[in-house]
Nanobody, 120 residues
Framework: QLQASGGGLVQAGGSLRLSCTAS????????MSWFRQASGKEREFVAT????????YYTDSVKGRFIISRDNAKSMVYLQMNSLQPEDTAVYYC???????????????WGQGTQVTVSS
């Protein structure tokens, strides 16, 4: 199971750190990713990290602002979000799978989502 937390309301330019707690499976060997879904839009890829933590990818709109990381010993995945903008407003989901991928359909395990709202 995955559980995301850390969302909230922040002003533009501010920062938040999302956390994803993993339990019940060997998520330390899984690719872990963050997706987001804004109201009325499809779920989109945000960032991904390999099981080893040494390979990361980001969608272009968050490059240089967001950082994905993981602590396998604690079964945790993080998304540090800096310089937040109103267009970052969405429900953020953590996802995991033994395979890697950038599409939500490629992930079998999902957290419940945490709301991030950025005010202008």
């Amino acid at each position: 199971q995955l559980q995301a937390s850390g969302g909230g309301l922040v002003q533009a330019g501010g920062s938040l750190r999302l956390s994803c707690t993993a339990s019940g499976r060997t998520f330390s060997s899984y690719t872990m990713s963050w997706f987001r879904q804004a109201s009325g839009k499809e779920r989109e890829f945000v960032a991904t990290i390999a099981w080893s933590g040494d390979i990361t990818y980001y969608t272009d709109s968050v490059k240089g602002r967001f950082i994905i990381s993981r602590d396998n010993a604690k079964s945790m995945v993080y998304l540090q979000m800096n310089s937040l903008q109103p267009e970052d407003t969405a429900v953020y989901y953590c996802a995991g799978d033994p395979r890697s991928g950038f599409r939500s359909s490629e992930y079998n395990y999902w957290g419940q989502g945490t709301q991030v709202t950025v005010s202008s």
